[in-house]
C-alpha cells in the first residue's frame, strides 16, 4: 500500500510513522513533510502548501496512492477530502461540509444541540454592540470566540465584562463575524479522539494536552507543549457515556444531515467537578500533540484501522489494541512561540535521546544539506512510553535533556496533573 500523509507538524511525522510500521505500508509522501518526515525510510516529502488540494490530488494521482490521511483542518475546510473522493482517490478526513465541525463553531453548535449533546449555553453575533449587550446581562468570566478556524488565537476567556468588550471590538476588528459568546465552563479537560467511517464510531485511548505557554497551564493558548495518555481524569465510565451522549448522536446528527463523516471526531471535553462531560470544541483531524502520544499505544496496525473507516466497515472491525503503560509528550519550541521566535538554529541530540527509548517527533524542522534546523514555534516533541506516569515523566525529560538548539523552551510540568492522580 502507497500512502501520502498531508501536513509538516508532529501530528503527521507520527501519522507517518506509525502508518510506515504496518507490514502492508510499503511507500509513504509526506506534503510537505518536515525534516522528520524527510529522514524516515520509504518516505519521501513533496514541497506544496497544505493548501493547494490541487496540486496535492495530482501528487496523489500520478504516485497511484491507495490512501490520503490529511492531518491538517486548513485543507479539509477547503475541501480537499471532496476533491480526492471525486477522483475515486480513498481519503481519510471529512469533506468540506464535514469540517464544518471545527471550521464554524455556530454550525457545530446547532448540530450539536439538535443532537442533545452538552455543550455550553451560548450565543452567535455578527454585530458588537448586541454582543455586548448580551454579555451585559451575563456573568464573568465569560468566553468570547471567532467563530471560524483562528489557529488557537481566536478564543479569549474574559474576567470582566469590559475585557468581554474588548475581545468583542478585537475579534470584529481582526476580520471575524460571527463571533460567539459563550458560557465559561470550569473543571478539567480532555481529548477524546475517535475515528468514525459515518455510521460507528470508535474512540481512541482519552488524551490530555497542555495548551498554555507557561508552567501551571498560565499564559497565552498555543497549539500544545505537551500531553499524555491515557488520561486517568476519563474513567470507563465516563467514556461510556461520552460515547453513548456525545460522540454516537453527533454521527447521527451527520448522517441526518446528509454528511458522510469519514474521519477524525476529536471532541474537545471539559469534564465538571461533578464529572458531567460538555463538549468545548469539536476538530475534524488528529489532535497535536495528542497524537504523538496516543499513536504509539496503539497496538492495532493504523492503516488497517483507517481503511476500514474509509470503506465504511468499522463496525466489523475487530477492537482496536493497545499497549500498556503510559505516553507523555514534552514539546519543546523556539523561545517566543506563540509571539515572534527565530529560525535556522542547529539542532543536535536527537539521536542520543532516542539512544535512551525516547521517540522524537519533529515538527517545525527542516533539513538544510544535512543539517537539521528548526523551522517553527514547536521544533518537535519528545515522547516516552513507560509502565506508569513518573516513570514516563522522567524518561521524557531525560530526553529533552539531550535535545539542543539555540534559544529552546519546554514546560517542565508537563502530566503534573496526572501525576497528581495516579501512582
Ligand atoms: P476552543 O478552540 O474552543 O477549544 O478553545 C480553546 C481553549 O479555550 C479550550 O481548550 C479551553 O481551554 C478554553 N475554552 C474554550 N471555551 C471555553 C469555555 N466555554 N469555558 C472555559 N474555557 C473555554
Ligand atoms: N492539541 C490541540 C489541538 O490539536 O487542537
Keep these: 500500500m502507497k500512502v501520502l500523509v498531508v501536513g509538516n507538524g508532529g501530528r503527521e511525522h507520527a501519522l507517518a510513522w506509525k502508518l510506515l510500521q504496518s507490514p502492508q505500508v510499503k511507500r509513504c509522501w509526506c506534503v510537505p513533510g518536515n525534516g522528520g518526515t524527510a529522514l524516515l525510510e520509504r518516505c519521501e516529502n513533496i514541497p506544496l502548501a497544505v493548501e493547494d488540494i490541487e496540486g496535492i490530488t495530482q501528487v496523489a494521482i500520478q504516485n497511484k496512492v491507495d490512501l490520503v490521511v490529511v492531518g491538517p483542518e486548513v485543507p479539509l475546510s477547503l475541501g480537499i477530502s471532496d476533491l480526492l473522493r471525486e477522483k475515486d482517490i480513498p481519503v481519510f478526513g471529512p469533506t468540506q461540509l464535514g469540517a464544518k465541525l471545527e471550521s464554524s463553531k455556530s454550525w457545530a453548535k446547532s448540530l450539536m ?190 492503516d488497517q484501522v483507517i481503511l476500514a473507516c474509509v470503506q465504511q466497515r468499522l463496525e466489523e472491525f475487530p477492537p482496536l489494541c493497545w499497549h500498556l503503560g503510559t505516553a507523555v509528550c514534552v514539546v519543546v519550541a523556539s523561545s517566543g512561540y506563540p509571539g515572534k521566535y527565530k529560525k535556522g538554529k542547529l539542532i543536535t541530540g536527537i539521536q542520543e535521546a532516542e539512544a535512551i527509548g525516547v521517540t522524537v517527533f519533529q515538527a517545525g524542522t527542516a533539513l538544510e544539506g544535512d543539517r537539521l534546523i528548526t523551522d517553527g514555534g514547536r521544533v518537535l516533541g519528545v515522547t516516552a512510553i513507560r509502565e506508569n506516569f513518573s516513570e514516563a515523566i522522567t524518561e521524557v525529560y531525560q530526553g529533552v535533556d539531550c535535545i539542543n538548539f539555540d534559544e529552546q523552551y519546554y514546560r517542565r510540568d508537563i502530566g503534573y496533573r496526572a501525576q497528581s492522580r495516579k501512582d
Design 113 to 302: 444541540t439538535e443532537a442533545g449533546v452538552p455543550i455550553a449555553k451560548g450565543k452567535s453575533f455578527t454585530n458588537a454592540v448586541e454582543a455586548k449587550a448580551y454579555i451585559t446581562q451575563q456573568e464573568t468570566p465569560i468566553v468570547v470566540k471567532a467563530d471560524g478556524l483562528a489557529s488557537g488565537k481566536g478564543v479569549i476567556v474574559a474576567q470582566t465584562a469590559s475585557e468581554a468588550y474588548a475581545a468583542v471590538d478585537y475579534l470584529f476588528k481582526a476580520g471575524f463575524s460571527p463571533i460567539l459568546v459563550e458560557e465559561y465552563l470550569i473543571g478539567e479537560e480532555v481529548s477524546i479522539l475517535a475515528i468514525t467511517d459515518g455510521i460507528t464510531v470508535r474512540s481512541l485511548l482519552p488524551a490530555q494536552d497542555h495548551k498554555r505557554i507557561g508552567e501551571g497551564d498560565i499564559g497565552l493558548n498555543t497549539g500544545g507543549m505537551g500531553a499524555y495518555c491515557p488520561a486517568p481524569i476519563a474513567t470507563s465510565d465516563l467514556l461510556q457515556r461520552v460515547d453513548k451522549e456525545i460522540l454516537q448522536p453527533t454521527v447521527a446528527a451527520l448522517r441526518n444531515r446528509g454528511i458522510d463523516y469519514r474521519g477524525v471526531l476529536y471532541a474537545g471535553l471539559m469534564i465538571s467537578p461533578q464529572g458531567e462531560p460538555k463538549v468545548l470544541e469539536y476538530n475534524c483531524r488528529f489532535g497535536d500533540p495528542e497524537t504523538q502520544v496516543v499513536l504509539p499505544l496503539l497496538k492495532t496496525p493504523l
